[in-house]
């Protein structure tokens, strides 16, 4: 018997491959002639460097750059070949503030920025950009500037690249060479499907877990509206322009990037498919199981490659919301909380409850 198991984290308990190496062994604890094929997954947002990691060999770049709130701090990337792997969240997200600095009007992409220049001056042809976990807000002109754009005010005056300046800039100048820019591939990955503007936009949906007050969240809104149509290029229209702060949208018209699926691009490049020849059962999960899942997350991407290919798969989870799964049809759903004395028990001891559901469950898969 073979099974796969392809988890993202458990968000603030256990990474992808302790979250692997927690099933695994409630496999072998059951069968220990099971094999077992661990592939570590991420949907674009914090950690997925660390998946990016376990499936190549990459060397780490090391850099001082700016923090959200433009203090010297240090955050790498990885590179292989001609391939740079930036995460935003290294220099730009929202785990490096405390909570009372926390304020999306006052926060930058411009350490993002940084990590980017730094892989083009060392001529990489190909960056793939992971936007999730942002403390920002800024449309992504914090990057820009980084990259030498400019961003002015109605006196001429140059503004600083936050969220709080988006709607008094009257124009933008870009870098005199924007070859070395426009040159290099660049893939933006995320696991939302936000506009960048409105109801369902940036500012609206995270503005206020980013610090933002509700007179706020309308401030930065139009701000990026205000970018948008000072820019002119339609991106806006695009589904996932609102992740990071509108740092999707930032990529696509500072950089000429295209917008994806964290979740897809990693089935791609970790080889997905040709992993599950002669796969008795997939096990896949993440922290919160919820409606989310299904705009873009590691399970749903999981499921759809085991239902293209006939393959049963089950979902081990933290905790689960209570939601319609619609035609994702696992064989089995389980949660961390349901072992659990409390959420503090669940988070402390994710690892050993994760063993306990991944044992239970298979033995009733077998027996089935």
Not at 141 to 163: C, H, N, T, W
């Amino acid at each position: 018997m073979k099974i796969v198991v392809a988890p993202d984290k458990f968000k603030g308990s256990l990474s992808a491959n302790e979250v692997c190496a927690s099933i695994e062994k409630g496999i072998k604890k059951l069968d220990e002639q099971i094999e077992v094929l661990k592939v570590p997954l991420a949907d674009g947002g914090e950690g997925t460097l660390g998946v990016i990691e376990s499936l190549y060999n990459p060397i780490r770049v090391k850099c001082e750059v700016l923090d959200p709130l433009s203090r010297p701090i240090e955050a790498y990337y990885l590179k292989s070949n001609n391939t740079a792997f930036i995460e935003m969240a290294k220099a730009s997200g929202l785990q490096l503030l405390k909570k009372k600095e926390r304020n999306p009007l006052y926060t930058t992409t411009y350490g993002t920025g940084q990590l980017i220049k730094d892989a083009l001056d060392r001529g990489v042809s190909e960056i793939y950009l992971m936007i999730g976990g942002s403390a920002t807000n800024d449309g992504g002109i914090g990057m820009a500037q980084a990259l030498g754009y400019s961003f002015k005010d109605r006196f001429g005056g140059e503004l600083l690249p936050v969220g709080e300046s988006l709607t008094k800039i009257q124009k933008v100048i870009p870098p005199i060479d924007t070859v070395s820019i426009t040159k290099c591939k660049v893939t933006v990955l995320t696991d939302v499907q936000n506009p960048l503007f409105g109801e369902d936009g940036a500012s609206r949906i995270y503005g206020p877990q980013k610090g933002a007050s509700h007179k706020e969240v309308e401030l930065l809104d139009n701000g990026l509206e205000h970018l948008a149509n000072l820019m002119g290029n339609a991106n806006e229209l695009m589904v996932g322009t609102g992740a990071a702060g509108g740092l999707g949208y930032g990529a696509m018209s500072f950089l000429g990037a295209d917008l994806r699926s964290g979740i897809e691009v990693l089935l791609e490049i970790s080889d997905f498919k040709k992993l599950l020849k002669n796969t008795d059962l997939i096990i896949t999960g993440e922290g919160k199981f919820d409606e989310q899942t299904l705009s873009g997350k590691v399970i749903f991407g999981v499921s759809q490659a085991a239902n293209q290919n006939n393959i049963p798969y089950g979902i081990l989870c933290g905790v689960q919301d209570d939601f319609e799964i619609k035609d994702m049809a696992p064989v089995f759903v389980d949660e961390v909380s349901r072992l659990s004395n409390s959420f503090q028990d669940s988070m402390k001891n994710a690892s050993t409850y994760l063993t306990e559901l991944a044992a239970q469950q298979l033995a009733a898969f077998i027996k089935s």
